[in-house]
């Protein structure tokens, strides 16, 4: 079993920066594909970005194109979220998640808030 825990959450300013890094633990997850989602309140929880087992593959949704950065650290078993420019729309719990299929990932975190002030 794989146990997700996510950190780097808090209030920023619109513009500012937050780095999101995800730590997993029960198994290495260097095989698996692993992304970042979000929920919204009032929203589904939605697809942000993924990165490929190989960090050879990256994906973003187009809002975020530009101004997140998704990478792992493979030899840490960890995932970061590099987020730049924010605005208050990214206001958002946001989750770490992975499995063989990012779009249908079989593993979840907690969740972090993140909130972007105006």
């Known amino acids: 079993q794989v146990q997700l825990v996510e950190s780097g959450g808090g209030l920023v300013q619109a513009g500012g920066s937050l780095r999101l890094s995800c730590a997993a633990s029960?198994?290495?997850?260097?095989?698996?594909?692993m992304g970042w989602f979000r929920q919204a309140p009032g929203k589904e929880r939605a697809f942000v970005a993924g990165i490929g087992s190989s960090s050879g593959n990256t994906y973003y949704v187009d809002s975020v194109k530009g101004r997140f950065t998704i990478s792992r650290d493979n030899a840490k078993n960890t995932m970061y979220l590099q987020m730049n420019s924010l605005k208050p729309e990214d206001t958002a719990v946001y989750y770490c998640?992975?499995?063989?299929?990012?779009?249908?990932?079989?593993?979840w975190g907690q969740g972090t808030q993140v909130t972007v002030s105006s």
């Open positions: 998640a992975g499995g063989s299929n990012i779009m249908r990932p079989d593993y």
């Open positions: 029960g198994r290495t997850v260097s095989s698996y594909g």
